[in-house]
């Protein structure tokens, strides 16, 4: 058991007496708030309602009306907007990136089982479906169907030192470019 002292008792024993007052002063207050109001009856109906009599359903004419504002016809008439097909496969795929001395390449092949060749692409070089590599990093080779209007970007002037990060054109730089990843996550 806990012992309070003296001080604490003082302070314990003020706190009760200014709650009971508390309460006692809410409870008087409320009891002469007032009396509680009489529920007020509803008022009494002098008159009877009658509904009205419901209209004869004429359902030849409704059909006919239906028919003449031919509702459902501009449902039937318009068609959903085609999808744009696929892009194109590409006739060929990354294989892998190689680094001989300065240079790095884009192993790619152009066919596929025991009859696939492997050929060696630079950036700047044009690739089977008509695009130009524009950008090869450690794990991806990206592409562009036309040439940058910029020379000063243009992936020819970036060749000779594609393996730095800080001579690679953006990525965005490109705005019709494609990226081919060599470890794309299959979901």
């Not at 209209?55 to 008439?77: A, C, M, Q, R, Y």
Request: proline share 9%.
């Amino acid at each position: 058991m806990i012992k309070l002292g003296l001080a604490e008792r003082r302070n314990l024993l003020r706190f009760a007496v200014a709650s009971v007052l508390i309460l006692c002063g809410g409870a008087a207050l409320g009891w002469r708030a007032g009396q509680t109001a009489d529920p007020v009856a509803g008022p009494t109906a002098k008159e009877q309602l009658a509904l009205a009599a419901p209209k004869e359903e004429n359902v030849t004419k409704d059909l006919g009306t239906l028919t003449s504002l031919h509702p459902w016809s501009g449902f039937v008439e318009q068609q959903k907007p085609a999808r744009p097909p696929p892009p194109a496969r590409p006739t060929w795929r990354l294989a892998g990136i190689v680094q001989r001395g300065d240079e790095t390449y884009a192993l790619i092949t152009t066919s596929q089982g025991p009859a696939a060749k492997f050929e060696y692409r630079r950036v700047g070089e044009a690739l089977p479906d008509g695009s130009i590599l524009v950008q090869i990093t450690a794990d991806s080779a990206k592409t562009q169907m036309s040439r940058p209007s910029d020379s000063s970007s243009s992936p020819a002037a970036t060749s000779s030192d594609s393996s730095s990060s800080s001579a690679a054109p953006s990525p965005d730089s490109f705005p019709d470019a494609r990226t081919y990843r060599l470890f794309d996550k299959k979901r």
